[in-house]
């Protein structure tokens, strides 16, 4: 999952306890806060982090799902 820390539309708050509920229902989640970003990148440095993460997440569940 990933959240911009201060989004007005869904609270970081919100987004930790889907990411909880996820993972208490036995599920694999991760949930990365990208500092300074609000309900969408605006940051050079949020889109790159977003996108490699994305790239890593595909290649885990979709090339490699032996590794989940």
Do not use: C
Not at 11 to 27: D, T, Y
Not at 28 to 44: D, F, N, P, S, Y
Request: aromatic share 6%; proline share 4%.
């Amino acid at each position: 999952m990933l959240h911009g820390e201060n989004d007005p539309i869904v609270p970081v708050e919100q987004a930790r306890s889907m990411f909880e509920a996820v993972q208490n229902g036995g599920g694999k989640a991760e949930l990365h806060v990208l500092e300074g970003e609000g309900h969408g990148w605006r940051q050079a440095t949020s889109v790159r982090k977003a996108l490699e993460l994305e790239l890593e997440w595909y290649q885990t569940v979709l090339i490699r799902p032996s590794r989940m």
